[in-house]
């Protein structure tokens, strides 16, 4: 099993709590990683389909038959069970008593608010980063990263990315959003997540994407806040501090799983990437998203946003530190040049509390350089 980062921060809200909440996308590892690090825990799976209806049933029964501790995994699926876990631990008053997985965050985050508000510490785990690929002894380079994307099963099994990510959008994608949104239209539902995959890292034009796939805003929207729920994207959003009408209002979207976004674009082989037209894009995804991960990782909010303004001069992420904010700017290129820091300084004019300026790109680490931290993204701190 590759040691996963989150790993001492899920031990200590475990120590601290009575209840351990984690979510994140399908496929994840939430189950390996709880039950490699809940071992003397009890598993149930409550997608399965006898456990399911027992649980339903009489659930006081089912609580009886499997005491704390134990692993309630996938829960979204028996949501009503929150409130008797609530009633047990309010009555034993001790921590350590149960793990609950998800990955349906709008139903497992209504019933927590509702059941599990203060009795519940919450981590989110996505796909792996390439700083556990590399503590397991993966290497690879720039465009293989992009191609294979970072689900745990390609690591422990013989599929093919293509594979996995086309069976995965059939299977989980299309599936929970079926679910959760009443999906009708599913061949303008495939349209619309392949248009959207060619605008990663771009800010998102609803209307001009609502035209393209032949629906309505209200539908776009709705698609993408599903999408967002299920975590299949992830919408930065613009820095919400007033600086004036000279900063852009407009979200970006990112793929979750750069390995889903590359497919959906139609790369086929890592070959690809780098003369595909998306190639920056894509690279900006994956940066992204290992921002991302290192702060859930760490079990810290993942509060990032990006700076842009009307005149296109960017910051690509920024994040509040301590009352200032650190600015990066992603580049696909293994060359460093000082151009590559320009926009960040830039940017820090329009912005009084900016801080530390980070370039992260495909070339080594070079330290500081034209008052920027020059990192490869590789190296961008773990969890």
């Not at 631990?89 to 608010?113: C, F, M, N, W």
């Not at 929970?176 to 990663?200: C, I, P």
């Not at 290129?333 to 004019?349: D, E, F």
Request: net charge neutral; glycine share 6%; aromatic share 10%.
């Amino acid at each position: 099993m590759i040691e996963r980062d989150i790993t001492t921060v899920a031990r200590k809200l475990w120590a601290k709590y009575p209840v351990l909440t984690i979510t994140g996308p399908r496929q994840s590892g939430k189950t390996t990683l709880t039950r490699h690090v809940f071992q003397d825990a009890e598993y149930v799976n409550l997608e399965d389909p006898d456990v399911h209806a027992l649980a339903l049933s009489d659930m006081r029964e089912f609580l009886r038959r499997h005491p704390a501790p134990v692993i309630f995994d996938e829960v979204q699926y028996v949501p009503e069970i929150l409130r008797y876990i609530q009633t047990e631990v309010d009555e034993s008053r001790k921590t350590s008593q149960y793990v609950l997985t998800g990955s349906h965050q709008p139903a497992l985050q209504s019933a927590i608010s509702e059941s599990l508000a203060g009795r519940t510490g919450i981590l989110e785990l996505m796909p792996l980063a390439i700083g556990e690929l590399r503590g397991a002894g993966i290497e690879k380079f720039r465009d293989d990263w992009i191609f294979n994307g970072f689900m745990p099963r390609l690591y422990d099994s013989a599929l093919e990315p293509c594979e996995l990510y086309r069976d995965y959008f059939r299977t989980y994608v299309e599936r929970d959003v079926r679910q959760m949104a009443n999906l009708r239209h599913l061949s303008a539902f495939e349209t619309f997540v392949r248009l959207l995959a060619g605008r990663v890292g771009q800010l998102l034009n609803i209307n001009a994407l609502a035209d393209d796939v032949g629906i309505s805003v209200p539908t776009v929207k709705e698609w993408l806040s599903v999408m967002e729920a299920s975590y299949v994207i992830r919408i930065l959003r613009p820095y919400f501090r007033n600086f004036g009408k000279r900063f852009v209002k407009s979200p970006k979207v990112y793929f979750t799983e750069t390995g889903l976004a590359a497919y959906l674009v139609g790369i086929r082989d890592s070959s690809q990437v780098a003369t595909h037209p998306l190639m920056g894009s894509l690279f900006e995804n994956m940066v992204v998203m290992e921002l991302y991960k290192a702060r859930l990782n760490r079990g810290e909010d993942a509060d990032m946003y990006f700076l842009r303004t009307s005149s296109g001069v960017e910051a690509d992420v920024v994040v509040e530190n301590r009352g200032r904010l650190d600015l990066y700017e992603i580049k696909a290129s293994s060359t460093y040049h000082s151009g590559m820091s320009g926009n960040l300084s830039k940017i820090a004019g329009f912005v009084p509390e900016s801080g530390c300026r980070t370039v992260i790109y495909s070339g080594r680490t070079l330290g500081k350089v034209d008052d920027a931290r020059i990192v490869n993204f590789a190296e961008i701190p773990p969890g």
